[in-house]
Antibody, heavy 116, light 107 residues
Framework: QVQLQQSGAELAKPGSSVKISCKAS????????ISWIKQTTGQGLEYIGY????????NYNEKFKGKATLTVDKSSSTAFMQLSSLTPDDSAVYYC?????????WGQGVMVTVSS | NTVMTQSPTSMFTSVGDRVTMSCKAS??????VGWYQQKTGQSPKRLIY???NRDTGVPDRFTGSGSGTDFTLTISNMQAEDPAIYYC?????????FGGGTKLELK
């Protein structure tokens, strides 16, 4: 069965970076793009961008350009998102999701807390 | 960006009720809309794709309809396991955008 397993919760200091992972299983990894979504209580669900898992090509929401960097390791069927120059506004739950007709399968989410 | 406006923002219902919620797009998104159910502490789960197609394993009491700018999710016979927040998502144009959600609770 399709599964997206994300890495564990992160506690980071302002100004630092974090890199979270999303390991796919149960399907051919390079046949589907992976997207990333941010969820906060105040802003709801926000689309960050997607990565073409075959070519590594990316598409970013303008709001997250310079904040998020999406990469992929085909050999391990894993997608990554690095968040840089963290501020308290980056505190959220971050999901990866497989792209098909929208987002058909989601990871369990990673809580990122930015605090000094 | 395409704004997706959901209504109502919250509603109380009873087991057995018929529930209808709306999602309106600020521009034409065709049928490129999905509906997602998020229960407390869980990831969103897709129920409906391309406006009216039910995902595998989703009970047939969930029905999606609409095209263009107006979309509806109907639960024909509310069950005890259905309380959740329901979101719509447009994937017609980037950046994809979600509605603000409809919180469905039992009386």
């Amino acid at each position: 069965q399709v599964q997206l397993q994300q890495s564990g919760a992160e506690l980071a200091k302002p100004g630092s970076s974090v890199k979270i992972s999303c390991k796919a299983s149960g399907y051919t990894f390079t046949s589907y793009y992976i997207s990333w979504i941010k969820q906060t209580t105040g802003q709801g669900l926000e689309y960050i961008g997607y990565i073409n898992t075959g070519s590594g090509g990316t598409n970013y929401n303008e709001k997250f350009k310079g904040k998020a960097t999406l990469t992929v390791d085909k050999s391990s069927s894993t997608a990554f998102m690095q968040l840089s120059s963290l501020t308290p506004d980056d505190s959220a739950v971050y999901y990866c999701a497989r792209l098909y007709g929208g987002c058909d399968y989601w990871g369990q989410g990673v809580m990122v807390t930015v605090s000094s | 960006n395409t704004v997706m406006t959901q209504s109502p923002t919250s509603m109380f219902t009873s087991v057995g009720d018929r529930v209808t919620m709306s999602c309106k797009a600020s521009q034409n998104v065709g049928i490129n809309v999905g509906w997602y159910q998020q229960k407390t502490g869980q990831s969103p789960k897709r129920l409906i794709y391309w406006a009216s197609n039910r995902d595998t394993g989703v009970p047939d009491r969930f029905t999606g309809s609409g095209s263009g700018t107006d979309f509806t999710l109907t639960i024909s016979n509310m069950q005890a396991e259905d309380p959740a927040i329901y979101y719509c998502l447009q994937h017609n144009s980037y950046p994809w955008t979600f509605g603000g959600g409809t919180k469905l609770e039992l009386k």
